[in-house]
């Protein structure tokens, strides 16, 4: 079991910037995978970053490529998400989730745990 829990999340003018944590504990060494996703009112959920744990490759989506960036800290087993540059449609809710089977997962049903999300929210 893996389990996932997200911080750092709050109110933020246009423009601002924000890091988000997310705390992994459990069977933290059998991680693939860790990435960032997101769900604003009435849309789907979307992965915005992805990174190997263990090799520490990255993927952005193209909406926040060159403004946010994903890291880790193997030490703490946390993954960040600094986010900069923020924009008012970016106001959702920010889920980190694991995948322990998919080394590179695209797809929400290829990560297996999910952390409860932290709220965003971009003021004009």
């Known amino acids: 079991q893996v389990q996932l829990v997200e911080s750092g999340g709050g109110l933020v003018q246009a423009g601002g910037s924000l890091r988000l944590s997310c705390a992994a504990s459990?069977?933290?060494?059998?991680?693939?995978?860790m990435g960032w996703f997101r769900q604003a009112p009435g849309k789907e959920r979307e992965l915005i970053a992805r990174?190997?744990?263990?090799?520490?490759?990255?993927y952005y989506a193209d909406s926040v490529k060159g403004r946010f960036t994903i890291s880790r800290d193997n030490a703490k087993t946390t993954v960040y998400l600094q986010m900069n540059s923020l924009k008012p449609e970016e106001t959702a809710v920010y889920y980190c989730?694991?995948?322990?089977?998919?080394?590179?997962?695209?797809?929400?049903?290829?990560?297996?745990?999910w952390g409860q999300g932290t709220q965003v929210t971009v003021s004009s």
């Open positions: 989730a694991a995948s322990i089977i998919t080394p590179m997962p695209t797809r929400q049903d290829e990560y297996d745990y």
């Open positions: 459990g069977r933290t060494f059998s991680n693939y995978a």
């Open positions: 990174i190997r744990w263990s090799r520490g490759n990255t």
